[in-house]
């Protein structure tokens, strides 16, 4: 049976799944596991990697290689992509020699096209498109990736540096974000990604796994969900739960249970985003996928 692993070197987070395919042709998840890594910390709108995320990126590659060696996952059998962070970065190469010289390991790098359709095989092995558009997102530290679908045909794939660790470092927020915040964000928004969503509508939005697991935990109160569909997000309720989010103060993220420790930060304006995106694309419907990049790895690279 073959057994493989994907390491998704993010901005935000590193993500690791070992798996195996069993006699039937399936895939096994053996182990999930998230590091956050903050690649992109004080340095990735000047297109650099810092020494501090370096080192923080390292121990959590050795501890990647190791957890598949474990499981007999060997560096021949890993896929290892880069997305933002170090595709902007003028130093990824040191960083990506330095790994492949301590793990015998290859890291590639994807543009933004690539990682898009990347996320919408991921959602795609999960979740049934009906004939109404849907417009995939994927929420990065780095950049945002938007898949549009009529059906199962993909109608356009986009990504824009509007990640989340751009703007908190691009602005000094307040805590929690006043009225100015707010528009700086929203007028930053509306710069990058230009005429964008002028003309896109959408009925489905369908979040890839990140801030939008967040939303799923705080809406249903609970951690256990089938990681092998989709999950619909009550858009009514939804909208309260970013709302809480955007206005929140970070003592108040601290003391929610829901909110895991490495989005406490940065959540407030992946909330403000995602409600932005809702409504500009004039959505009826809002969906939680378990699946994204990494799941689109093994379903196009093994």
């Known amino acids: 049976m073959m057994k493989g692993a994907v390491i998704d070197l993010g901005t935000n987070t590193f993500g690791l799944i070992v798996f195996r395919e069993t006699a039937s042709k399936k895939i096994e998840v053996l182990i999930r596991d998230k590091a956050f890594v903050n690649l992109g910390e004080g340095g990735i709108n000047s297109n650099i990697i810092t020494e501090k995320a370096m080192k923080r990126a390292y121990f959590a590659m050795e501890h990647f290689v190791d957890t598949c060696r474990s499981f007999g996952v060997y560096p021949e059998q890993i896929r ?3 997305t933002s962070a170090l595709r902007d970065a003028n130093n990824a190469k040191e960083f990506i020699d330095k790994i492949c010289t301590l793990h015998d ?11 898009a359709e990347l996320i919408y095989q991921g959602v795609r092995s999960i979740h049934n498109f009906d004939t109404d558009r ?13 898949i549009v679908t009529k059906a199962n045909t993909v109608l356009e ?7 989340i660790s751009r703007i908190t470092q691009l602005f000094d927020l307040s805590d929690p974000l006043n009225s100015e915040d707010i528009n700086r964000i929203k007028l930053f928004l509306e710069y990058q990604t230009k005429d964008y969503f002028k003309t896109l509508t959408a009925e489905h939005l369908i979040g890839a796994a990140g801030s939008f697991e967040t939303y799923y935990l705080l809406l249903n109160k609970s951690s256990s969900y089938d990681i092998h569909k989709t999950h619909l997000l009550p858009l009514e309720e939804l909208h309260k739960v970013l709302d809480f989010l955007i206005y929140s103060s970070y003592e108040e ?3 929610n249970y829901w909110i895991v420790d490495y989005r406490k930060d940065m959540i407030n304006v992946a909330a403000y985003k995602t409600k932005w995106v809702l409504n500009q694309i004039g959505a009826k419907a809002c969906y939680f996928s378990p699946a994204g990049i990494k799941e689109g790895v093994i379903s196009t690279c093994f």
């Open 80 to 82: 290892a992509f880069g």
């Open 105 to 115: 390991l290859e890291v590639i790098l994807i543009d933004g096209k690539g990682e």
């Open 134 to 146: 849907s417009c995939i997102m994927d929420i990065g530290g780095g950049s945002t990736e938007f």
């Open 157 to 163: 794939e986009s990504s824009f540096n509007i990640g």
């Open 253 to 255: 993220r601290m003391n």
